[in-house]
Structure formats: structure tokens, C-alpha cells
């Protein structure tokens, strides 16, 4: 091996056990820095996923008690602001009629 | 300092060799088989580079606590969204909480404005 040749081993070996480690761990350190959450959040996170799945889950019972008191029941909801006024009025009136009566609590 | 479930491990539950494709599948939530051909052809095409990557993955990854190897399938694609992007995993849980919201409004809104059974009982009460 004479003149250039003799490079190439020293090439390839700078790059071998100099170049691909910088890379390796240049994105490793890029990689690390990213936002990562710490274990406070995960646990928040977790907490709140399992707690999304239990209300998820008894939602779904929920309605399903709803729909088989009254297959149509959906329908009935309508428009929810006309119909929270509607039952406001309503129940201000009832409020009214029982708050007049004498009071016959025991 | 990260959380247990967003760091990255070798599964060697799953493992063919030392565990890191199987690994890299369970951290991305991409398919083992192609992270695998991944590496395979990475070894073939790149003479080897990849196969230095596999070791020195091996040799400084830690292993997976085998506490958080009985996790469900719908907990472990949660975690894998998490580690893609904690803020999007947030969020969805939050859109999540909303659609509670919005449906318990839905009955709320039946139960109070449905004058039926009800308002039967309350006349019975009284």
C-alpha cells in the first residue's frame, strides 16, 4: 500500500468510530431534548385517561337506561336552550305554588 | 427525568434476538414485522451499520419492567400516542371529557324537560 491507498483504512475507521457515534448520539441528545413529559404528568395523564373510560362507561349505561324508558328519547332533548327555558319557567312556577302552601315538613 | 411508561426498553417478551425491533414495534406502535424487515435490509444495504445500531440500541437500552407488560391493548396504544405527542394525547383526552359533557347534558335535559314519570312520582310524594 502506497500514497493514497494508505488513507482509506484510516478513513474508514475515523468514520466508523468517529463519525457514526457522533451521529448516533447527536440524535440521541436531539431525541432526549425533545418535550418529554415528566412522571407527574403520566401519572395526571393516566388518571385522567381511566377516568374518561370509567365516565365513558357508565355514560353508555346511562343511555341505555334512557333509551329503554323511552326508545325516542333523543327526539325529546330538542333544542336544549328553548327547552332549559322552558323548564326554568316551569320550575319557578312549581317553586312558587309549593313555597306558598304552609310548610308541612316533619 | 421521564415517566416510566414514555421511556424506551427492549421487549423481550416479543423478541426475535435482543429485543430491540420488538422494542422500537411496542414504543412506535408500528408494525414488529416491518421494523424488522427494516433492520434486516438496513444490514443488507448499509453492510452492516445497521447491525452496529442494533447492538449499541441493545447494549443501552434498558429492559422492560415486566410490570408494564399486562398492559391491554386500548391502554398500550394510549401510551404509544403519548409518546408520539403528549399534548395531542392530551387533548384527545380532553375532547373525550366534552363528549361526556355534551351526552350528559343530552339526558340532563331529557330527565328535567320530560314531564312524565318524573313528575308522577313527585306528585306522589307529596
Partial sequence: MHGPEILIPILVVGMLFIGLPWLIFHYVTKWKSQATITTEDENLLDELHELARRLDERMVTIERIVQADNPNWRALTGDPVESALEDRSERLYESERTSNRPARRN | ?126
Fill in chain 2, 1 to 126: 427525568m421521564t415517566g416510566l411508561r414514555t421511556k424506551f426498553y427492549l421487549d423481550r417478551q416479543n423478541k426475535k434476538w435482543l429485543g430491540v425491533c420488538a422494542g422500537i414495534a411496542d414504543y412506535t406502535g408500528v408494525d414488529v414485522t416491518v421494523v424488522r424487515l427494516g433492520f434486516v435490509l438496513g444490514t443488507v444495504f448499509g453492510s452492516g451499520t445497521m447491525l452496529l445500531a442494533y447492538w449499541i440500541i441493545a447494549w443501552l437500552a434498558p429492559k422492560k419492567p415486566s410490570e408494564l407488560y399486562d398492559t391491554d391493548p386500548a391502554q398500550k396504544k394510549f401510551w404509544q400516542s403519548v409518546r408520539a405527542s403528549p399534548r395531542r394525547a392530551g387533548r384527545d383526552v380532553r375532547a373525550r371529557f366534552r363528549d361526556i359533557d355534551r351526552r350528559l347534558a343530552d339526558v340532563e335535559t331529557y330527565v328535567t324537560s320530560s314531564n312524565n314519570r318524573l313528575a308522577r312520582e313527585i306528585e306522589q310524594l307529596r
